[in-house]
T-cell receptor, first 112, second 115 residues
């Protein structure tokens, strides 16, 4: 079966702009989580969606938002980009988080 | 709040040697525990997980991990390392939140394999 697909793979944006990242989970997986990965902070949890509802949210400012559609595809949006938002953004899907995640390859965001 | 410590930032082993990556966690209840591996430029891949039952867990690629409640540890082992095992390894502990077990990840251990 197809894995978790994230688009785009690479993105370069300017400070102050906004960006939308997309994630298509494995078919049948209703839970989608997003993580930010940086060398300095490691893997940090952004949010989790389950059946179109945000079930959990990490400790990130309101500039970071997300949503999930009825087909379980998810998007995350970052507004008013800052240099510190440069990171690898990882999407992960699961039947239930307790079973473990399947991760996508990530979107590498560079803010200049 | 839960936390995970991976004491070793880097580990270097020779191909064919045995491997043990350490993971210590802090969590008040019975945790969900995971090990993931990440190759450069890729996402993470689940190696194995533990919640209950046999404390020695078998995973993919010949890896195993042992849960030791008394030591709050979940160390990853492999009897004979292959060059393709060179990667970043992450331990994670899942804590119940909002009806879901959200993993907190350790900072990772980078495995270097010498030929």
């Amino acid at each position: 079966k197809a894995g978790v697909t994230q688009t785009p793979r690479y993105l370069i944006k300017t400070r102050g702009q906004q960006v939308t990242l997309s994630c298509s989970p494995i078919s049948g997986h209703r839970s989608v989580s997003w993580y930010q990965q940086t060398p300095g902070q490691g893997l940090q949890f952004l949010f989790e969606y389950f059946s179109e509802t945000q079930r959990n949210k990490g400790n990130f400012p309101g500039r970071f938002s997300g949503r999930q559609f009825s087909n379980s595809r998810s998007e995350m949006n970052v507004s008013t980009l800052e240099l510190g938002d440069s990171a690898l953004y990882l999407c992960a899907s699961s039947l239930e988080v307790a079973y473990g995640y399947t991760f996508g390859s990530g979107t590498r965001l560079t803010v200049v | 709040a839960q936390s995970v410590t991976q004491p070793d930032i880097h580990i270097t082993v020779s191909e064919g040697a045995s491997l043990e990556l350490r993971c210590n966690y802090s969590y008040g209840a019975t945790p969900y525990l995971f090990w993931y591996v990440q190759s450069p430029g890729q996402g993470l891949q689940l190696l194995l997980k533990y919640f209950s039952g046999d404390t020695l867990v078998q995973g993919i690629k010949g890896f195993e991990a042992e849960f030791k409640r008394s030591q709050s540890s979940f160390n990853l082992r492999k009897p004979s390392v292959h060059w393709s095992d060179a990667a970043e390894y992450f331990c994670a502990v899942g804590a119940l939140s909002g009806g879901s077990y959200i993993p907190t990840f350790g900072r990772g251990t980078s495995l270097i394999v010498h030929p």
